[in-house]
């Protein structure tokens, strides 16, 4: 079936880095352009970026431009995001999330992974 | 970056009630809204798109209307597990935005 998956989040303290990853599966995932999307502890959705399908257009957040870089394997369908220069309020549980529309910049997400918690203290 | 701002922050409702969430964005996005249903410690679930178009599998109990700024999402016969928190989310223009949530409780 359609699947995300993601990993990789941890405990890091401030200024710290991380790289979070996102399985995909069960669909034609170079097709896709993907996104990660955090929620901060009792707090609402915020978009963090996306990627194109092929890799070769980027867009961030302003409040992790600079710091956050995506990309992208469509060999091993998988998605990552490096998080560098890590900050408290960077502490959220991440998502990667599909567009329903195959080469679809903007659209709603259907497919979600379950997330990965990232914490951002010393 | 286009704003939407969502209400109310928070409902209590009972089974079988209607109820009605609105989102108002802060520009016209001619009705590229989506809603997702969020349940604690779960990821959101999309359950209309484009304003009104109903995602596969969701209950036509849920609806959605609107045009211009302002949306509706509309649950009519409320069922035990339709409580949980509510979102909204314009995809007319980058950077995506949502709604600060509705949090539906009994």
């Known amino acids: 079936q359609v699947q995300l998956v993601e990993s990789g989040g941890d405990l890091v303290k401030p200024g710290g880095s991380l790289r979070l990853a996102c399985a995909a599966s069960g669909f034609t995932f170079r097709e896709y352009y993907m996104s990660w999307i955090r929620q901060a502890p009792g707090k609402g959705l915020e978009w963090v970026a996306f990627i194109s399908s092929s890799g070769s257009t980027m867009s961030y957040a302003d409040s992790v431009k600079g710091r956050f870089t995506i990309s992208r394997d469509n060999a091993k369908t998988s998605l990552h995001l490096q998080m560098n220069s890590l900050r408290a309020e960077d502490t959220a549980v991440y998502y990667c999330?599909?567009?329903?529309?195959?080469?679809?910049?903007?659209?709603?997400?259907?497919?979600w992974g379950r997330g990965t918690v990232v914490t951002v203290s010393s | 970056d286009i704003q939407m701002t969502q209400s109310p922050s928070s409902l209590s409702s009972s089974v079988g009630d209607r109820v009605t969430i609105t989102c108002r964005a802060s520009q016209d996005i001619s009705k590229s809204i989506a809603w997702y249903q969020q349940k604690a410690g779960q990821a959101p679930k999309l359950l209309l798109y484009a304003t009104s178009r109903l995602e596969s599998g969701v209950p036509s109990r849920f609806s959605g209307s609107g045009s211009g700024t302002d949306y509706t999402l509309t649950i009519t016969r409320l069922q035990p597990e339709d409580f949980a928190t509510y979102y909204c989310h314009q995809y007319y223009s980058s950077p995506q935005t949502f709604g600060q949530g509705t949090k539906l409780e009994i």
């Open positions: 999330a599909r567009p329903k529309i195959d080469y679809a910049l903007l659209d709603a997400f259907d497919i």
